[in-house]
């Protein structure tokens, strides 16, 4: 054998015994689906004419790939002048277009915030966290469950409940049995 094949043979094998990518888990389905979702939208950067470089990207970037998204949408959003604007269960087909839902948008620019600082953006140049990003899923959140007439309801917060010895109590039961229990010791 030749030194060189046996070098060869060495790099092999201490190649396959120490490389990480080669015994690493599988993805989870979110990071699965975040490494696609950034390299969709580094496809996308690249398509522009001219190509964008991702550190020139900006906010606006980022809304013209949420607008160009929606030709692939599947929710039926109406229009104001729809007959079936602000019903949530229309009785017939129309034409309105077919859009990106809100939740799918919303859980996308989260992806791509937490992979854009995975691949060494700083958190204060983040396109994807800009105001005018959260002002566009809002206006579109809102848009959508109009169309669809879902009044926005702001959700209460449940106080947590635990459990103690068999019943379950409140928060606030609690730390009242706790100041009653610390008074009577």
């Known amino acids: 054998m030749s030194s060189s094949s046996s070098l060869q043979l060495q790099a092999s094998s201490s190649k396959s015994n120490h490389d990480p990518h080669h015994q690493q888990q599988p993805l989870s389905r ?9 390299n969709t939208f580094g496809q996308y ?22 607008h160009y998204l929606d030709q692939f949408g599947k929710t039926k959003v109406h229009l104001h002048g ?3 604007f602000g019903q949530p269960t229309p009785p017939a087909p129309c034409a309105c277009p077919l859009k990106q839902a809100w939740g799918s948008l919303d859980a996308l620019i989260g992806r791509l915030r937490a992979a854009y600082e995975e691949n060494g953006g700083s958190s204060e140049t983040n396109p994807f966290a800009g105001g005018a990003v959260r002002v566009f899923l809002r206006e579109v959140k809102d848009s959508q469950q109009k169309a669809r007439g879902i009044p926005y309801k702001k959700k209460k917060k449940k106080k947590k409940s635990y459990q103690i010895k068999g019943s379950t109590t409140s928060t606030t039961q609690t730390q009242q ?4 229990n610390q008074q009577d010791s």
């Open 82 to 84: 729809c007959i079936f």
């Open 30 to 38: 979110y990071e699965s689906q975040k490494r696609r979702d950034w």
């Open 45 to 66: 950067l690249k398509s522009q004419n001219p190509p964008v470089p991702l550190s020139n990207c900006t906010f606006n970037h980022v809304l013209d790939f949420l």
């Open 177 to 180: 049995s706790t100041y009653v």
